[in-house]
């Protein structure tokens, strides 16, 4: 298995384990936030190692992707904390995916 194939489906595993976390935070269930930060770690490094690695005309995109998992970390924190604005910070992440989903690379 190549390591774009890899480190793509690491990226699949880690969004739908943060989903999985998020429903659960809702539901109010304690092991919710276990499982968003657990999706967090390969969602978080991915877009790191993207912007590290990726062409120079295409940093600014990666650049705000790494933004948005970074609003994902803090949403991570403010569940931790118990916090109710953790959906601030989803939504940021939200708007800031959408908008890069019409970019072009």
């Known amino acids: 298995m190549g390591l774009n194939k890899l480190l793509s ?6 969004m739908v384990t943060l989903l999985a976390g998020i429903i659960l935070h809702i539901a109010e269930s304690s092991t919710g936030m276990y499982l968003y930060a657990l999706g967090l770690l390969p969602v978080l490094g991915i877009r790191v190692y993207n912007l590290m690695i990726g062409r120079l005309e295409n940093r600014r995109k990666h650049g705000i992707l790494v933004i948005s998992a970074i609003m994902l970390t803090l949403a991570g924190a403010a569940m931790f904390t118990g916090r109710s604005y953790w959906v601030l ?3 940021i ?3 800031l995916d959408l908008y890069i ?3 072009r690379f």
């Open 9 to 14: 489906t690491l990226y699949y595993i880690g």
């Open 89 to 91: 910070f989803l939504a």
């Open 93 to 95: 992440s939200a708007v």
């Open 101 to 103: 989903s019409f970019r």
